[in-house]
């Protein structure tokens, strides 16, 4: 890799526009999330491959139980797949599989895939793909908050240090980069606590138009920025 090329740490993909690609190419919205799973592997595995450590994707927030019931059927159908089928893909690629988010509302089939995926992967060190399913931020902190509740800390021992220790997956560090793709420019409550200081790069491409070739253009982009973090 060029000597230029700054890699950072932790990337976080907000995986937008697979039933706006759907909708384009005439096809139902269930075709546009079955071409997103098929990004999600290609380019996660491409992002880790390139010396990212952790990369995360947004694929099914707090919110998206508001669709319809046969679309979250679909959505976790894919989801069971990648928690179950791709488990070898992530084995041959060295790659721990990791799942944060509330268990809340989730099948009994979702959480065993979930818990035997993870203890599968656990032993893998080229890198963390980590899934937040049933994830919102705002819901992350606030479960951290309880945590420290009721662990009986006092007012005066809250601090950004204990939030971020009681934060789901705290050993995972902030987010360096985070990139969303169908020319939307918000996080959607996507991680708000690890955001604090994150680069954003907003791609006009929907999701399932992602390629292994976004992923050295992503790179090149973020080590052309020049970070702050406010000193």
């Known amino acids: 890799m060029d000597d230029e090329i700054k890699v950072p740490q932790h990337i976080g993909f907000i995986v937008d526009g697979n039933r706006r690609w759907a909708k384009q190419h005439g096809l139902p919205a269930y ?9 999600i592997k290609d380019v996660l595995l491409e992002t880790l491959r390139q010396g990212v450590t952790y990369a995360s994707a947004y694929v099914f927030s707090t919110e998206n139980w508001k669709r319809s019931e046969e679309e979250v059927g679909y959505l976790m159908g894919l989801l069971l797949k990648i928690l179950e089928s791709d488990v070898p893909v992530f084995i041959e690629h060295n790659v ?10 989730l099948s009994g089939a979702i959480l065993g895939a979930i818990e035997r995926a993870e203890a599968q992967t656990a032993d893998l060190d080229g890198g963390e793909l980590l899934l937040c399913l049933n994830y919102g931020g705002q819901l992350e902190i606030a479960d951290a908050v309880k945590k420290i509740v009721q662990s009986g800390a006092s007012a005066e021992d809250i601090t950004p240090e204990l939030i971020s220790r009681n934060i789901y997956a705290p ?5 360096d980069l985070i990139v969303r793709t169908s020319g939307e420019q918000r996080l959607s409550n996507f991680m708000l606590w690890r955001a604090a200081y994150s680069e954003l790069i907003f791609i006009e491409k929907n999701w399932p138009d992602m390629t292994k070739e976004d992923v050295s253009a992503i790179l090149k982009e973020y080590s052309s920025r020049q970070r702050r973090f406010g000193g």
């Open 31 to 39: 075709e546009g999330h079955l071409a997103g799973y098929n990004a």
């Open 96 to 105: 721990r599989l990791r799942v944060i988010g509330t268990h809340e509302g």
């Open 171 to 175: 050993e995972v560090p902030p987010c």
